[in-house]
């Protein structure tokens, strides 16, 4: 049982470039969520998924996009990275809302854009 | 939207104290909360929670924390530290099926 696991861990990117952060979990977990980590900003909700084939908006999701095509995988592009967009990315799952709505994490990938 | 504010952005304690990590939450009816740990280059892990019952939650690792309805607070302590709490630790509070974190606090243990 891996948990959530995160593809790549590091990643260094030109501004322009595009590249998908790849998010996969094995607890049949229904809701995914992308945020990002910025030093005293806590964590930032991106994009999330309640289920497959669908996703919302969260609180900072301009220059992101998302796709849920299964269950397990939840996609994060950048379409045209940005100085910005220097970040550490993390995603997360849970149960649906019979639960606590306790997340469980990945270990997060770098992403340095230059 | 539920929101919670983290009152220390930094906290520096010797190994062997005590140490208070203290965390508001904006006022509702009901309210679901957690405190999560991050070691350096890891991603979170879950402390502890409080859904409901005892205001006294045990978590991992000798953490624990009290929920306080009147005061709108749950402040996480640990009656003595060690070199590996050495942490950033983040207070989040369930909204719907997302969580809202805290700005997170920093705590550093000293020898």
């Known amino acids: 049982n891996a948990g959530v696991t995160q593809t790549p861990k590091f990643r260094v990117l030109k501004t322009g470039q595009s590249m998908t952060l790849l998010c996969a979990q094995d607890m049949n977990h229904e809701y995914m969520y992308w945020y990002r980590q910025d030093p005293g900003m806590g964590l930032r909700l991106i994009h999330y998924s309640v289920g497959e084939g669908t996703t919302a908006k969260g609180e900072v999701p301009d220059g992101y996009n998302v796709s849920r095509l299964k269950k397990q995988n939840f996609l994060l592009g950048l379409e045209s990275a940005a100085p910005s967009q220097t970040s550490v990315y993390f995603c997360a799952s849970s149960y649906p809302t019979s639960g606590s709505g306790e997340q469980y994490f990945g270990p997060g990938t770098r992403l340095t854009v230059t | 939207a539920q929101s919670v504010t983290q009152l220390d952005s930094q906290v520096p304690v010797f190994e062997e104290a005590p140490v208070e990590l203290r965390c508001n939450y904006s006022?509702?009816?009901?309210?679901?909360l957690f405190w999560y740990v991050q070691y350096p280059n890891q991603g979170l892990q879950l402390l502890l929670k409080?859904?409901?019952?005892?205001?006294l939650v045990k978590g991992i690792n000798g953490f624990e924390a009290e929920f306080n309805k009147s005061q709108t607070s749950f402040h996480l302590r640990k009656p003595s530290v060690h070199i590996s709490d050495t942490a950033e630790y983040f207070c989040a509070v369930r909204n719907d099926y997302k969580l809202s974190f805290g700005a997170g606090t920093t705590v550093t243990v000293r020898a």
């Open positions: 409080y859904l409901s019952g005892s205001t």
């Open positions: 006022s509702s009816v009901s309210v679901y």
